[in-house]
């Protein structure tokens, strides 16, 4: 465990990595909220999914200009500005919650404005790693950045869930709300650290910056496949997890939001097992079959929480597919910021996520129109089957399979 925990020795990783942790926290609070809070009042899975778009199209929209900022602009500023944004705009929702005057419309809004907000802070966060630590902890650093959301996602899930039967969802809003705070509270300490990743005395323009990063991707196709498969597949993904599970929960497993909070608390136990196991290693090999192989375990997991009716499997299979998801996370992270040049670790990232969200927003207006005709389990059944068929397509390509 030690050799996990050796970036904390780095006081400028240890604050950033404290207040994310505190920030993920405050998150797993807000999102069980919201989703019950969405079941409660409309009962409509096509809403629950046009929330959960309202939040996606503003990061894909300004996710390649995001990228561009990340390696232009000083990058801890930005983040700090992202956390302020956040905290002010779940700061209002709690209010209008606790004067009951919250409306859904208030709601997508919102949800617009994290958009918006992540299309900077996520690059920025992921690029700032590398900046903070030289290139041998970075394992490490991966690691705990994964331990720290699925540790509070382990807590967050069960205390969210309490705090909704308890106090409403208000609190829970309100309570993201100071995390978000309280993460722009560690960033203070360490902007001094904060320098402009551009080296040219003379930056081009946007266009071209976004350009050379694309020229990148499409240069390397372990990288394009990767991510082409990933946005394929997170429209069979997207519905499943995003949608219908707290459909399954509520009308087929006749669950109340206690289960909700369950099933996600047992993906981030699993996610702790599996960032604890990678941790140990200053370096991956055979990524690529490591990649897909996990990736595929998570369909077959998806698939298996449809099939069954036993809240024990269902909860088994959350724990697995947390643990692949975290290796997946993490050999794909470390893959990047190993094989990427630093000055385009910001559109990389921004041009990764872009891709493989891209139709993240038909997964969830699919899976809204699927759980309605079909139920929610036989979303699962589909959408797991198709996921781990396209994944296994994408590892038959040979610069896949060998990387390494």
Not at 23 to 49: C, H, P, Q
Not at 62 to 75: A, E, K
Not at 161 to 176: H, I, Q, R, T
Not at 340 to 345: N, V
């Amino acid at each position: 465990m030690k050799s996990v925990l050796r970036a904390l020795g780095h006081r400028p990783f240890a604050l950033l990595w404290s207040g994310q942790t505190i920030s993920r926290l405050g998150d797993n609070f807000y999102r069980i909220a919201l989703v019950w809070w969405v079941l409660e009042k409309t009962g409509s899975a096509a809403v629950m999914g046009t929330v959960l778009i309202c939040s996606t199209v503003p990061m894909l929209l300004f996710s390649l200009v995001g990228g561009v900022m990340v390696d232009r602009w000083p990058r801890l500023p930005l983040m700090l500005g992202s956390d302020a944004m956040r905290g002010i705009a779940v700061g209002l929702m709690a209010w209008l919650a606790f004067a009951d005057r919250l409306e859904l419309w208030h709601i997508y809004v919102i949800s617009v404005i994290f958009g918006f907000v992540d299309a900077f802070f996520l690059p920025a966060y992921r690029a700032s790693i590398p900046d903070l630590l030289p290139a041998e902890i970075l394992t490490s650093a991966n690691s705990l950045d994964s331990l720290s959301g699925e540790v509070s996602g382990i807590l967050g899930p069960a205390l969210g869930a309490s705090l909704v039967v308890l106090g409403g969802s208000p609190s829970a809003f309100a309570l993201d709300g100071l995390s978000f705070l309280i993460s722009a509270g560690c960033l203070l300490p360490i902007l001094y650290l904060s320098s402009s990743p551009r080296t040219e005395e003379k930056p081009e323009g946007i266009m071209s910056d976004a350009r050379k990063g694309l020229g990148t991707v499409f240069g390397m196709p372990w990288l394009w496949i990767t991510i082409a498969v990933a946005g394929i597949s997170n429209i069979t993904y997207a519905g499943p997890m995003g949608v219908a599970l707290p459909f399954l929960i509520k009308d087929h497993l006749h669950a109340d939001v206690k289960l909700l909070g369950l099933f996600y608390t047992f993906m981030s136990l699993g996610a702790v097992l599996g960032a604890s196991w990678l941790g140990r290693y200053t370096t991956i090999r055979r990524r690529g079959l490591k990649l897909y192989g996990v990736w595929m375990l998570i369909g077959l997991m998806v698939m298996a929480v449809g099939f069954s009716k036993s809240v024990s499997l269902v909860l088994a299979a959350a724990l697995i597919m947390g643990g692949a998801n975290t290796a997946l996370g993490l050999i794909w992270l470390n893959s990047l910021q190993e094989l990427i040049p630093r000055e385009l670790q910001g559109r990389v990232s921004s041009i990764d996520y872009l891709g493989s969200s891209l139709l993240e927003p038909v997964g969830f207006a699919v899976g809204g129109w699927e759980t309605a005709l079909l139920g929610p389990a036989a979303v699962f059944i589909i959408g797991g089957a198709l996921q781990t068929i396209l994944i296994g397509v994408g590892l038959l390509h040979p610069q896949v399979r060998n990387l390494d």
